[in-house]
């Protein structure tokens, strides 16, 4: 059973309605207030969700013309020159569903350690033009692995990333035999439960190498066994080559007489030399199978989605965790009844989250509290920060939603 002990992080590692149910279960509003609590919570996520998909219409535009996967025709003239970037936009999005960027001097640590598969991955970062790599949920495991062919068994801790999302442009005149065809040289993946030290499998155009010790399992024997044959069935008959070769040559006068034992015994000679070879080749490219085998079997577990489908789920992972955040500040000033300022909010939630739960959280108060001012949910006075109540709270989201669209002007004035 693997052992687990969590970073602290900004992803709270809860579901959106378990956070409401565990807010609720603390007991310290009535039963017709956590009636309109949860009322409350519906259309802020309603409003959250409505916002949101214009974040996501923002992306399908900005990623259209570099899809690999667009399975719809593109038509020029009504295209129109944007002045964000999609991966800016990408940035942004992983920033508000929690993810923290990888930066290329972390990439290259990850590289230098010891892989938890036992392979050894070389990635060439001259075919990229860009390369973005973004975590969220970090956290030390301790797991036995088997080593040795199993023999032995070894226990190891390493650091391990719940997700990861993976943005990769390729440059210019560097096509991906799987790309070519497709519109655009990019990539974009998420995976989950990656450990820190093989990043590097989660890379295109990766080469596997060999290790020091599998070079040993395969160079140790072959020099045993390159010395016996040399010393029994090939020493015979490279001796006897040599001597012909002299002869032809002109470095000594004596004749080599080549008579039908002697060729049988080079021909022999010279087969079980080249089955040695071709056997040292075949435990070369059968143990490189082996690696690949193993490097597959893991991608295939550890890949949840690709390309477009990618910044659906984070979309959601985003829309997720600022309103999880928005529930929490609001719940806890509402119960509480007030906070000092930000630090003091701040630490109550990350203590009951510590506490309670037994969970690392690093609560962004200043993100949950600007969602808050920006809905006029929440005021900062003399005595500290308050928030109104929770029946002004659902008519403020009510009036917002109403105010999304303002054709039905009869209903407005009602």
Known sequence: MPNRSRQRLRFIPFRKKDIIEMCLATGKLSGADQMRFREFCRLLQSIFHFE????????????????????????????????????????????KANYEKLSQQAIEAAFEESSLFQVKLKVNFDNFDEVLLFTRGESIHTEQVKMFFGLLKKEITFSNFDR?????????????????????????????????????????????AMRNIDKLFIGVPAIVGAAAIL??????????????????????????????????????????????????????K?????????LTQNLYFKNLDNNAGVFHR?????????????????????????????????AQVEAWFSERWESEVDFEV????AKLKKLNLVEQSGEGLSVTSIENAC??????????????KNG???
């Open 231 to 284: 010393t029994t069935k090939v020493g015979a008959s490279l001796i006897l080559l040599g001597s012909l070769m002299g002869f032809w040559l002109g470095l000594h006068s004596e004749e080599i007489e080549l008579d039908e034992a002697r060729m049988l015994a080079i021909i022999a000679g010279l087969g079980g030399l080249g089955s040695f070879i071709w056997k040292q080749f075949s435990n070369f």
């Open 286 to 294: 059968n143990r490189k199978l082996v690696f690949m085998q193993s």
């Open 395 to 408: 008519e403020l989201l009510d009036r917002r939603w109403d105010e999304y669209f303002k054709f039905n």
């Open 366 to 369: 200043d993100d949950a509290l």
């Open 164 to 208: 990861v999302v993976i943005y990769i442009k390729y440059k210019d005149g560097v096509m991906p035999d799987a790309a070519k065809g497709k519109p655009g040289a990019t990539m974009l993946k998420l995976f989950q439960n990656v450990p820190r030290a093989d990043v590097e499998m989660l890379f295109p155009d990766t080469r596997v």
């Open 52 to 95: 949101y998909h214009e974040n996501l219409e923002q992306l399908k535009d900005l990623y259209a013309p570099i899809n690999p996967d667009r399975d719809t025709r593109k038509v020029g003239v009504f295209t129109e020159e944007v002045d964000v970037s999609f991966t800016e936009t990408l940035h942004e999005l992983l920033d």
């Open 314 to 346: 984070l979309v959601d992972d985003a829309e997720e965790e600022e309103c999880k955040e928005a529930i929490l500040a609001y719940y806890f000033l509402l119960a509480e009844g007030r906070a000092t300022d930000e630090q003091d909010l701040d």
């Open 412 to 414: 407005s004035e009602t």
